[in-house]
């Protein structure tokens, strides 16, 4: 069968587009070519990260992979059969645990059978969703769209230790994703979040939350706030290294949701990362549009893979989700339709090709 082959420098040519190309390799079981990996990126080719979510995609289909190794920037991905089971993958450094679920959720959802994932890495690091942001947004609009995914955070892991443990179960496969219409945001009901820290005093995680709070509330939110703190006893504390965040989300009356996050760093206050988040969720709520930009660049895969046609507006078209959509394009049969300019706020319709598991494989 004949290689569809993907330009990795299209769009803003960085991972996403190597995530992408190969969850729906694997689903479709479609032989794909990736050439010109990450090209737009100062350190171009795979990274650590990157070689873990194409040897876990390998591992979960039998695929036949050649390429796969450091700074390589040209891949081939042959997926053979879906296999269930129990697996566990460690990326070695603190490269996201988070982009290496992006890229094997989308196939644990069309296995025939139950599988369950361990990935240690980083959980909170820079270029990537932080785990509470793809627990309690990301995982809300697969609910939405009828799949039930548990992420269970064990350990978190701060760049550059890294050491996070996540556990990934898909709770009934295989999954038949049906259409969502999330056209309209509504209301703000409340915001909610969690902040965090390890390795440091709980202070940080009090600090980075109240100054949030403050900058939601001198921005007009009047509805309740409630933001969960979480910090460890520095005796019974399992991180190995410092690091702290803030993520937080607006729930809406129409069943919206929209969230944002920010990083601790060295030298940055907990002040600063809480102003960062809340000024991140004022500007994605100022648009009225009812996914925020991560999201809606997260949620394509899902709708084009979905029975029937949905609609979404996003608060923001990003080059990473023009780049999704042109992958999507190019992978399946799903007819996209995208009304916005880039870095505007967007509406997209979706006709997803209703895809459901067979046992079809290539030998």
Not at 233 to 261: C, F, M, Q, R, Y
Not at 351 to 359: A, D, L
């Amino acid at each position: 069968m004949d290689k569809v082959v993907i330009d990795g420098s299209i769009g803003e040519g960085g991972g996403q587009i190597l995530r992408t190309a190969v969850a729906l390799s694997s689903i479709l079981m479609k032989p794909i070519k990736i050439v010109n990996i990450r090209a737009k990126r100062r350190n171009p080719g795979l990274q650590n990260q990157h070689i873990t979510a194409v040897k876990a995609a390998a591992e979960l289909t039998d695929a036949v992979v050649e390429g796969l190794y450091l700074k390589s920037t040209e891949l081939v991905y042959i997926p053979r059969r879906l296999r269930p089971g129990k697996y566990s993958f460690d990326i070695g450094t603190a490269g996201s645990t988070t982009l290496v679920l992006q890229t094997i959720i989308p196939i644990m959802l069309l296995m025939p059978e139950e599988v369950e994932v361990e990935i240690r890495g980083g959980t909170d690091v820079p270029w990537s969703p932080p785990i509470d942001y793809l627990r309690n947004v990301i995982l809300y609009h697969l609910n939405m769209l009828g799949a039930r995914v548990d992420v269970k955070l064990v350990r978190r892991g701060h760049y550059p230790r890294g050491g996070g443990i996540v556990i990934t179960k898909v709770l009934k496969t295989p999954v038949k994703l049906r259409p969502i219409n999330l056209v309209s945001r509504g209301e703000v009901i409340r915001v909610k979040g969690i902040s965090h820290c390890v390795k440091l005093p709980k202070h940080v995680a009090e600090r980075q939350a109240r100054a949030a709070e403050e900058f939601l509330r001198n921005s007009g939110i009047r509805q309740p706030i409630e933001i969960d703190l979480e910090y460890y006893d520095p005796e019974k504390d399992p991180h190995l290294g410092p690091g702290s965040g803030i993520v937080l989300w607006s729930e809406t009356d129409n069943g919206a949701l929209l969230g944002s996050d920010a990083l601790g760093a060295k030298g940055k206050s907990a002040e600063e990362v809480g102003i960062e988040a809340a000024k991140k969720l004022v500007s994605e709520l100022s648009t009225k549009a009812a996914l925020d930009s991560h999201m809606s660049d997260n949620i394509i895969i899902y709708l084009a893979l979905a029975d029937g046609k949905s609609e979404i507006t996003g608060s923001s078209l990003t080059l990473h989700t023009y780049t999704v959509i042109e992958v999507v394009k190019t992978l399946t049969e799903a007819e996209i339709e995208v009304y916005g300019e880039l870095n505007k706020p967007f509406k997209a319709i979706v006709k997803g090709i209703g895809y459901t598991f067979h046992h079809n494989t290539h030998q």
